[in-house]
């Protein structure tokens, strides 16, 4: 499989690692049962951090993801284990999508950083502000 799912914790979260030859509508289904699959096992709602940098990013894949979470009332920032999602990528496509997620409503809390390091530490940092 083009992705990778494994929970971390210091901070917990989901650690989503996504690869070429991923292909939104081709993975979709198999890749958000796996996801929930993930949720459904958590107590508390939980972070996400999608790791993209292994993947090519273009507009259609980033439009294909788009449908396919707005098209599956079962997608995974429907279940209500998930919390907000950070993707982890350097393009300037990715960067651009943040915008597009929260017009269209796809996502209603998103982050784009770096690395996956920064990430953990945004999680931290807004875990001990909530506390």
Do not use: W
Request: charged share 25%.
């Amino acid at each position: 499989m083009p992705y990778k799912i494994e929970r971390i914790h210091e901070p917990d979260a989901l650690l989503v690692t996504l690869t070429d030859p991923f292909e939104p509508r081709k993975h979709a289904l198999a890749f958000f049962d796996a996801l929930n699959h993930h949720l459904d096992n958590e107590s508390k709602s939980i972070v996400t951090i999608l790791d993209v940098r292994g993947l090519t990013i273009s507009v259609q894949k980033l439009l294909a993801g788009m449908n396919a979470v707005m098209d599956n009332e079962d997608s995974p920032p429907n279940h209500p284990m998930s919390s907000y999602y950070i993707f982890v990528s350097e393009s300037k496509v990715m960067q651009s999508a943040k915008k597009i997620f929260f017009r269209f409503n796809v996502l209603d809390d998103v982050q784009v950083v770096a690395t996956v390091d920064e990430a953990k530490m945004r999680i931290a940092a807004q875990a001990s502000e909530a506390s």
